[in-house]
């Protein structure tokens, strides 16, 4: 059988892919009447690939990182982001979010005098589950992120640029409103594997390509660990389950195993809700997104 | 020699804004005029934009106010429509306005380009709406001032990205029509894909097959530099060619709308179904070109499968499968 495989971004194909990716970030973003981008450089493969696009679309001095540490993250992160900034010489920003982050939760955890009338005990809450916690503060984080991204968006007259990769958005590993948010964003339709070999012919830095994917929310945390597969694996089941629409029956009669299938399969049911966007209840007779029906490209 | 020189405009229209579009169709007419072509081609639905959703209904042309809208009448009267089979004779009851009394009407710019036509004939796509309120994903031939020919696509494609069908009604037929000394016929993308549809433009005559498309670039494959669906329009357009012995030319369009990048390569394929000519993939151009008719005689007559064609079986075979 032919093409039943993911198929790699490699040297041949690279080209057109590459000023296909440029181009959409050219056209999408001149068409607003801006020319410019900021982004969140985490230190990670997938922002990085997305601000060396961007800086060959549209000029180095066009494009503005912003990093945004925690006091956990880790410090290879800074310094993985540091070198995409000083290998394409675009402006960064560096804003730490710690104190906003930990003044927060300070308050809703311990502070008694925080305002409610429910009965929610926080503090129990937190004691009883510390991964809960962990979760809530990185959605929390990201989040926060989004929102000086934002502000610099504002600051910077600058459009905010994407850098979730098609794995991630499948399997709902983002924070909706967080991470997730963006004006356009060039890499949302390559699976975390091609992300690899496209950072490759990019040029992006060994030490940014060779290391283990964390969201970096919390001490050691791995994405492969917390989602409980590889992403070369989950990449080439949702090949086949969403690329090749092929159903779970069949994709097990492939030879992959039903539970891990299953697993991926659920995941990406389950986080619909956030590539979507809000529903909203029809009463009138053309209702925004139901049957109002532009592009957002419209003019 | 028998030569055609003729201009292929691989342009990127911008959704709704048909005054910018026509601008840019203005430049590229220019441009292949200048180049001493006599034919410039535009992709499908070139002054409107592709995916236009609910601002098909905003981007129409009725070709009623067309002739209604030009301020001389003596124009209206020289201007003739073309019997290219895909329309009926166009109703000219209604008074003579003035343009500048249109405020929302699109059909200037058929107007202008008709203008235009009287120097070098042009085919550009746009959303045509006729008498009964009917939208149409349309392409018209205009030359000498006249439109010689407009194509209803027929085969609308409403499936995966695409939903033609919920905005446009099917075209009925696919004509054949005289321009530069030899007969040619109009497919729109879609079109193509259906091989019944070259079939019946090569079997009226057509010596070109004009394709004009907006064709998003979709599908990696591992060491192939293009993109899949790039892949097969080739693939397509290549058979067609060398099995109609026909020169098929195809405008593809290039640009963005939300995210989808259409891939041009606008290119001509020869009756041998070689790919003599080609634009750039994904990039605005202008390619020049002339096509020899001797070559076209050449290859008919060395493999003569047109002449030998049986409409009869053909016909015969049809009939049983409908009335089966």
Redesign the interface.
């Known amino acids: 059988m032919l ?1 039943q495989y993911l ?4 040297s ?2 690279f ?3 590459n ?2 990716l440029m ?2 970030i050219r ?2 973003v001149g ?1 607003t009447g801006v020319n410019k981008i900021v982004l969140g450089l985490s230190g990670g493969i997938d922002s990085a690939v997305s601000c060396y696009l961007a800086a060959a679309a549209l000029g180095s001095e066009n494009v503005s990182a912003v990093m945004m540490p925690y006091k956990t993250s880790s410090s290879k992160s800074l310094e993985d982001a540091m070198l995409v900034v000083k290998d394409l010489n675009i402006s960064y920003y560096i804003a730490d979010i710690t104190d906003q982050i930990d003044s927060y939760f300070a308050q809703s955890v311990y502070n008694k005098s925080y305002y409610n009338n429910s009965n929610l005990d926080f503090e129990k809450k937190y004691n009883e589950n510390d991964y809960e916690l962990k979760l809530r503060m990185g959605n929390k984080m990201a989040r926060e992120r989004m929102s000086i991204l934002y502000d610099y968006s504002y600051i910077l007259n600058s459009l905010v640029l994407g850098t979730s990769n098609k794995s991630e958005l499948l399997l709902g590993y983002g924070t909706i409103y967080g991470d997730m948010a963006s004006a ?1 964003n060039p890499i949302g339709d390559i699976y975390k594997t ?1 992300i690899y070999q496209l950072a490759k012919y990019l040029g992006i830095p060994d030490s940014l390509v060779n290391k283990a994917p964390s969201a970096d929310l919390w001490q050691d945390q791995s994405d492969e660990e917390e989602l409980g597969f590889t992403y070369k694996l989950a990449d080439e089941i949702m090949y086949l389950l969403i690329d090749k629409m092929y159903k779970p029956e069949v994709v097990i009669s492939m030879g992959y195993a039903p539970a891990v299938i299953e697993k991926i399969y659920n995941k990406i049911k389950k986080s619909q809700f956030k590539r979507r966007l809000p529903l909203i209840a029809k009463v009138s007779q053309r209702t925004i997104n139901i049957d ?8 | 020699m028998d030569l055609i020189k003729l201009s292929l405009a691989q342009i990127a229209p911008v959704p709704g804004l048909l005054a910018y579009n026509l601008e840019k169709h203005l430049e590229y007419i220019d441009r292949a005029k200048q180049a001493g072509s006599e034919l410039v081609i535009f992709p499908e639905l070139s002054l409107t934009g592709y995916f236009l959703k609910d601002a098909v209904y905003d981007s129409a042309i009725d070709f009623n106010d067309i002739i209604v809208n030009n301020i001389a009448a003596d124009k209206v009267q020289t201007r003739n429509i073309g019997n290219g089979g895909c329309r009926n004779t166009i109703n000219n009851k209604n008074e003579i306005k003035n343009k500048n009394d249109e405020i929302k009407n699109n059909s200037y710019i058929l107007d202008e380009l008709l203008d235009k036509s009287s120097e070098i004939a042009v085919i550009a796509g746009f959303v045509e709406s006729d008498e009964d309120f009917n939208f149409y994903n349309s392409t018209c031939c205009l030359s000498g001032g006249n439109i010689l020919h407009v194509h209803r696509k027929v085969y609308l494609p409403t499936y995966g990205m695409f939903e033609e069908m919920r905005y446009f009604k099917q075209g009925k037929a696919f004509g054949v029509f005289d321009i530069l000394g030899t007969k040619a016929a109009i497919l729109t993308c879609e079109d193509a894909w259906h091989l019944s549809s070259s079939y019946i433009a090569v079997n009226k005559g057509a010596k070109l097959i004009i394709i004009n498309s907006a064709s998003p670039a979709r599908g990696i494959e591992e060491e192939n530099a293009q993109f899949s669906s790039v892949k097969m329009w080739e693939e397509l357009l290549s058979v067609i060619a060398f099995y109609y012995k026909s020169y098929v030319i195809y405008v593809n369009r290039v640009g963005f709308e939300d995210g989808i990048g259409f891939s041009g390569g606008s290119c001509v394929f020869s009756p041998n179904g070689t790919k003599d000519y080609c634009l750039d993939y994904l990039d605005e151009g202008l390619l020049n070109i002339e096509l020899n008719l001797d070559f076209l005689k050449n290859e008919r007559f060395k493999t003569p499968i047109l002449r030998d064609e049986n409409l009869d079986i053909t016909l015969k075979e049809l009939n049983g499968i409908i009335n089966r």
């Not at chain 1, 198929?7 to 490699?10: A, F, N, Q, S, V």
């Not at chain 1, 109002?292 to 003019?299: A, E």
Request: proline residues 4%; aromatic residues 14%.
């Open positions: 093409n198929p790699k971004i490699d041949t194909n080209k057109n892919i000023k296909l181009n959409f056209e999408e068409r356009v091609q109002f029906r532009y592009l957002r490209d419209w003019v």
